[in-house]
């Protein structure tokens, strides 16, 4: 799009028209279109719950007076009188207005006053004569014009992508999209308070790093103008948690933003939300337990029970969740016994009699049973279950399992077909780490572009000794998706990557 296209004066409809000669009209009264501040004393859901119950006459007898404020969502007149629905963050409540309680000049107002406009009403409460609650307004206050019309219906298929494109609009039009505007943060408050709780220490670790670490994905990259380096948007906070391990905190967890060059669909966004916690003399087990008491805690925080649907799935968060090897789940469905040694090619005979198709970087047995897992495994996990017993070749920084070196004390926990927790043992013995780094600059070269980088200073901090440690990563979006019913990340992204119209 040229420069000029995007500075071109769009033309107005004609409601944008008589919209714009409103806001003159409102100057030529005297009145600012776009207000100041306004002190107002209740918000509607501090009025509705608590008074609704109210009688008629007892509001008469005992007057109660409010000021409230909000966005006009229903009007109509009646000649010298009218009503109106104001919208504010806890809901809309009914405006009664009569011109010859708020006078001519406010009356002329809410004459000229559109959908959309905001007001500040000061009054007392009352019952109409259908019972419902409102407010008797004895001053009106203009706060703000809105030179668009809010749309007509702003919901369904057609509508998607206008919808997350402006969300303003559809956190206006839209109650599930409030809903869940005002249910995120407080999931994210509930998580602070379990971890806390657990006697951790939330910290903060840089979003730029020089070297690529702690997770397999593409990253984004930038540029330092006065350092002259290249930059890498982080992947994962994990070595930097660890290094904090290392330094005697014990105890650490952050939630923060990660950033990922890779594929976005209804569970994956560019720039996405997790909590990672990380906790000495812990391991794998450990991480189990601190995560199954994560999802009973918040549950019960936010929602008030474990007991949740989830498109039409009933999940108990309370129960205690499936624990299964990854071998084990893979031979429940396909009869493979992947425990059993087995060389390359006898793996790569079944992956191809399975119809699973080997990359160049698939290059040992562990690649395939992940494969195998990823194609016959994963979807069927429906119930909360961690699945852990990695092969060592997907898992860098992982320990290895005692009693067989082919895997790790690796776990992620599946619900509902999908990915929600990433768990360790970690791997602290210096030398281990960095083969393994090595063996990820070997996959680089053979193409893989989510393999990690070698950095040689978090070697040099295993040097000084980690003690045992069990980390665990959450991705809290898709935690949100789950507790508030959603099917696609982008419900729960208030502003989630778009690509720009042209």
Not at 452 to 458: I, P
């Amino acid at each position: 799009m040229s420069e000029n296209k995007k500075n071109k004066q769009p033309k107005l409809s004609e409601q944008e028209k008589v919209r714009r000669q409103k806001m003159q009209d409102l100057i030529d009264m005297g009145v600012d279109p776009f207000g100041s501040a306004f002190k107002r004393t209740h918000r509607s859901d501090q009025i509705i719950p608590v008074y609704m119950d109210k009688t008629k006459e007892e509001l008469e007898e005992n007057p109660i007076p409010v000021t409230v404020a909000g966005r006009i969502m229903t009007k109509r007149r009646m000649g010298k009188a009218g009503f109106m629905h104001i919208q504010d963050l806890g809901g809309r409540i009914q405006i009664y207005v009569r011109k010859d309680v708020v006078g001519d000049d406010a009356y002329e107002i809410f004459k000229k006053n559109d959908l959309g406009d905001i007001v500040g009403i000061s009054g007392i409460l009352m019952k109409t004569d259908h019972g419902d609650l409102a407010v008797r307004a004895q001053e009106y206050t203009h706060l703000s014009k809105s030179l668009r019309p809010l749309p007509e219906k702003f919901h369904g298929l057609t509508d998607t992508e206008e919808r997350f494109r402006r969300r303003y609009v559809d956190l206006i039009m839209n109650d599930e999209a409030r809903k869940i505007a005002v249910t995120r943060p407080r999931i994210v408050r509930a998580i602070q308070e379990y971890l806390d709780g657990q006697g951790l220490i939330e910290v903060e670790t840089p979003v730029l790093n020089t070297i690529l670490g702690g997770a397999a994905a593409r990253p984004f990259e930038t540029h330092h103008n006065t350092l002259d380096i290249p930059l890498y948007l982080r992947i994962a906070t994990e070595l930097p948690l660890k290094r904090l391990i290392v330094g005697g905190l014990e105890g650490v967890y952050e939630i923060g933003r990660l950033f990922r060059n890779e594929g976005m669909d209804a569970t994956h966004n560019p720039e996405f939300t997790t909590v990672e916690a990380y906790v000495a003399y812990s391991d794998l087990h450990g991480m189990m337990d601190l995560i199954e008491g994560l999802f009973r805690f918040v549950s019960n925080k936010v929602l008030g029970t474990t007991v949740i649907d989830y498109q039409g799935t009933e999940l108990d968060l309370g129960k205690p969740f499936r624990r299964v090897k990854m071998t084990e789940a893979i031979q429940e469905k396909t009869g493979i016994n992947f425990e059993e040694e087995m060389t390359f090619e006898q793996a790569a005979a079944l992956a191809a009699e399975h119809g699973i198709e080997l990359e160049k970087k698939h290059n040992s047995v562990g690649h395939i049973i992940a494969l195998f897992f990823d194609k016959y495994v994963e979807e069927t996990l429906k119930e909360p279950t961690f699945v852990y017993h990695y092969p060592i070749e997907i898992s860098p920084l992982a320990k290895k399992n005692a009693e067989d070196p082919r895997f790790t004390d690796r776990y992620e926990l599946f619900i509902m077909g999908h990915e929600y927790a990433n768990a360790f043992s970690e791997l602290n013995d210096p030398i281990d780490q960095r083969e393994r780094f090595e063996k990820q600059l070997e996959l680089r070269d053979l193409g893989d572009d989510e393999a990690n980088e070698m950095d040689v200073d978090y070697v040099e901090a295993l040097e000084y000794g980690m003690p045992p440690t069990g980390g665990v990563g959450l991705g809290i979006d898709r935690f949100v998706m789950l507790l508030t019913n959603q099917t696609t990340i982008r419900e729960v992204l208030l502003f989630p990557t778009m690509k720009p119209l042209d």
